[in-house]
């Protein structure tokens, strides 16, 4: 975590803008130049977050503005307690949601997470019940932010409660998408319930929301598919340009993407994935990790012969997912 | 090649790298590589009486050859 007003007044000085000293930062800190030349082997990554983290600089976010163009840079190290002692790293991530690295892991996380409480209701086989796709979409007004996104939320959640009222044990996920390099969002829904009439939900959302498109099918695949296909967007970029993507992250800051309804809710099931990370044991071993001080460059960790481990914390922060 | 600061130009911002963990990076000034020359070296930093140890250099966003060159470069001054 930086602190905002040192840095601002640290880059004044210097005549640079916020988001140079962050990219200073970066190449500073770090001692060894893995690859023998010393120029930057991804200058057109840098550039990419760069522009990411100049958008969020300008909207007050500069804290994840460092942590985007921090990711993946810094690892720290990890040592087995076994007697062999085996030596393992641990990249830091961002975790945010338009991270072209850490989209993917969200999207492996999810699956994860919500995995077990389809793969239960698909088991149960109750009569008339189906997973069914709806997609809520909304009026593109050109642009988005946050409140927009939380209204938007309200009127799904309250849409398919509604839709649902009359019936038990049903179960609703939903994920919040936009089109392409534009400021289309739109909600796809996978739920386990009965038949509904298409115009009855409509006519709720329209009610609800004020909007009127609605899409309701039977899901074309089964629970596991239906969910990867239901959350194959969390781990795509939604635009090539790095300016939406920034702020389609203001946008999105302080809102959950992923949500879940019913039986859905809070599913934990028997797997144990979901409570804490296979990465508190060593993977050569088995034996307990422990975390030694300080966080070096990457390139550092791997030159040193480290093994690779993909997650930083040692319990899965579920309440990050969504 | 001298320092300077232009107000039409911008130069190429330096700073010094930490040689030890702890210390800070130290802000070295903005420079003009010599004529001729589209990036500032090891050598030319040496010729303005740096020391030996890694530095870190900003071009402008109107350097030549941007394509080329990215924007940030480490130096270093061997020993």
């Known amino acids: 975590m930086i602190d905002v007003t040192k840095a601002v007044a640290e880059a004044g000085a210097w005549g640079i803008g916020l988001r140079d000293w962050m990219e200073l930062r970066t190449h500073v800190y770090g001692n060894v130049d893995g690859f023998g030349d010393c120029d930057l082997e991804d200058a057109s990554d840098e550039e990419w977050r760069g522009r990411v983290a100049q958008v969020l600089i300008e909207n007050g976010l500069a804290p994840k503005a460092n942590r985007y163009i921090e990711c993946c840079r810094y690892g720290v190290r990890l040592q087995c307690k076994g007697p062999v002692t085996h030596e393992l790293f641990s990249p830091l991530y961002c975790d945010l949601r338009y991270c072209p690295r850490c989209g993917p892991r969200q999207f492996a996380r999810l699956i994860e997470k919500h995995s077990p409480a389809v793969n239960a209701v698909c088991k149960q086989k109750k009569p008339g019940y189906l997973l069914r796709e709806i997609t809520f979409t909304s009026l593109n007004t050109g642009e988005l932010s946050s409140l927009q996104v939380k209204r938007f939320n309200q009127n799904v959640k309250a849409a398919v409660k509604k839709a649902f009222a009359k019936s038990d044990a049903w179960g609703a996920l939903w994920c919040d998408e936009v089109g392409f390099n534009n400021t289309n969002l739109h909600a796809h829904v996978l739920v386990y319930g009965p038949y509904i009439e298409q115009a009855v939900l409509a006519e709720t959302w329209r009610t609800i929301s004020g909007d009127s498109v609605v899409y309701i099918r039977k899901a074309h695949v089964n629970g596991p598919k239906a969910l990867i296909h239901l959350l194959k967007y969390v781990s795509k970029m939604p635009a090539d340009v790095p300016e939406i993507i920034g702020q389609l992250e203001v946008a999105f800051h302080k809102c959950r993407r992923v949500h879940a309804l019913g039986v859905f809710y809070n599913f934990s099931g028997d797997d144990t994935d979901n409570i804490e990370s296979e990465w508190t044991t060593c993977p050569h071993c088995g034996a307990d990790l422990e975390r030694l001080p300080g966080t070096f460059r990457l390139e550092k960790l791997i030159m040193e012969g480290r093994t690779f481990v993909g997650l930083r914390h040692p319990e899965r922060k579920q309440s990050w997912v969504n | ?79």
């Open chain 2, 1 to 79: 090649m001298k320092e300077e600061v232009s107000s039409k130009r911008q130069g190429y911002k330096v700073w010094r790298n930490p040689s030890q963990p702890g210390e800070p990076v130290k802000y070295l000034g903005e420079f003009f590589p010599p004529e001729g020359q589209c990036r500032i070296l090891g050598c030319d930093l040496k010729q303005l009486g740096f020391g030996p140890g890694e530095y870190t250099v900003l071009a402008p966003p109107d350097r030549p050859y941007a394509g080329l060159f990215s924007k940030w470069r480490k130096v270093v001054i061997p020993e």
